[in-house]
């Protein structure tokens, strides 16, 4: 069963660990996201020298392609892709909705969804074919994954949205909340609580009142990072963290980029995804520690130095950036990779660092290094 220890805090800013039958998980955390049970561009070995602490799946992409009972068969999703530290695996509702919304979404077939009260009806963009989630049956799943921690299925509003859309999804989303820990069998996993509301107050409160009363195993801060401005996310959050227990660990979904991520922190936050270190990575946008670079940008073709000066990443101690925009403009799928491993290790490195400030007490001095140098270059 997942237990969370409080170690230490520094103002708002928590460090702690969460236990797992697969390992401990220092936090705040980073989790890199394999949304089909791979983390893009790169190969386990690679990915676990970047030093990830636990990953992302997500539900409604391996439930459409391989299939529940592929991954059945082969003993759960640790053991179908041979990883063995902890996973967390998203419900797949953001996709749900967020794909049927998508004029660009990749496949041959245009998504489409029905909600309910009792679930949401959904064609698969892969296929057309129809498909129905409740939440019994997206816990179902994701027991049958073995992730360590389970989202339940929610309803997560896009921006804008109005009050009376927000309110309906915040109601939708406890009722659904209470059938995913009733139909929860395995003790072994636990299952986060999300929060809803929008960039509405009130019914963020409303919505973190009803979840925290029903003690959960962990709770997120869902519908955030969905296109709002950042100071309202961190209005958001600030108006969600109070409510939520100091003894359980607190997710915010989706986020983000470095600054959101520090400023998250310093409202008390503790676990982060996001899919832009890997996507920012194989467009060739490198986070480092003076800002983010376009390696493909002419300036760099004579440049011998590392991406980082300061990085420990495979990339920075072998190859030059020179190196690398050669391999982006001549389109090779090496220089994907060489990105990839630099960006996760990037942000992987930054929560190493945000946890060694708040363990000295020294946090706020942190943040204000951090964006000093950090804001010292441009793309």
């Known amino acids: 069963m997942l237990r969370f220890k409080l170690l230490k805090k520094d103002g708002n800013a928590r460090l702690g660990k969460i236990y797992t039958s ?32 636990i990953i992302l799946g997500n539900t409604y992409h391996l439930y459409l392609r391989p299939g529940i009972e592929v991954i059945e068969y082969f003993g759960g999703l640790h053991r179908f892709i041979n990883w063995e530290l902890p996973i967390l695996t998203d419900s797949g509702g953001f996709q749900v909705f967020s794909l ?29 074919s129809w498909h129905f989630f409740t939440p019994e049956f997206v816990v179902h799943i994701q027991e049958i994954f ?11 509003p896009p921006y804008p949205v109005s009050h009376t859309t927000a309110s309906d999804a915040v109601k939708k989303t406890i009722d659904w909340l209470k059938r995913s820990k009733k139909a929860k069998k395995n003790e072994s996993q636990a299952l986060f609580g999300i929060i809803q509301g929008s960039v509405y107050p009130d019914l963020r409160k409303e919505s973190a009142d009803m979840t925290i009363q029903l003690d959960m195993d962990g709770y997120a801060i869902g519908g955030l990072s969905v296109g709002e401005p950042a100071e309202l996310m961190y209005e ?9 227990p100091e003894d359980k660990p607190r997710y915010l ?6 600054e959101n991520i520090i400023e998250s922190v310093y409202r008390g936050v503790d676990m982060f995804d996001c899919v832009m270190p890997t996507r920012n990575a194989r467009n060739g946008t490198l986070f480092t520690t ?23 990443c495979y990339t920075c101690r072998n190859f030059s950036r020179g190196y690398l925009r050669h391999l982006f403009n001549a389109e090779e799928i090496t220089g994907m990779t060489l990105a990839t491993i630099h960006n996760l290790r990037f942000y992987s490195r930054l929560m190493e660092n945000i946890r060694n400030a708040i363990k000295e007490g020294r946090f ?16």
């Open 22 to 53: 697969h390992g401990e998980i220092e936090t705040p955390v980073f989790m890199p996201v394999g949304t089909q049970g791979t983390v893009k561009a790169v190969t386990k070995d690679q990915l676990l020298s970047t030093k990830p602490q």
């Open 100 to 128: 049927a919304k998508d004029k660009n979404v990749s496949g041959k077939h245009k998504a489409q969804v029905i909600l309910s009260d009792e679930g949401v009806k959904f064609k698969s963009h892969l296929d057309g």
């Open 146 to 156: 073995g992730s360590d921690i389970m989202m339940p299925l929610d309803v997560c």
């Open 236 to 244: 958001m959050t600030e108006v969600v963290i109070p409510f939520i």
């Open 253 to 258: 979904m989706g986020v983000g980029t470095p």
């Open 290 to 312: 003076y800002g983010r670079i376009n390696i493909k940008a002419a300036k760099h073709k004579f440049s011998e130095e590392p991406v980082d000066s300061e990085c420990d």
């Open 364 to 379: 706020n001095k942190f943040r204000e290094e951090f964006y000093e140098r950090y804001n010292s270059l441009k793309i």
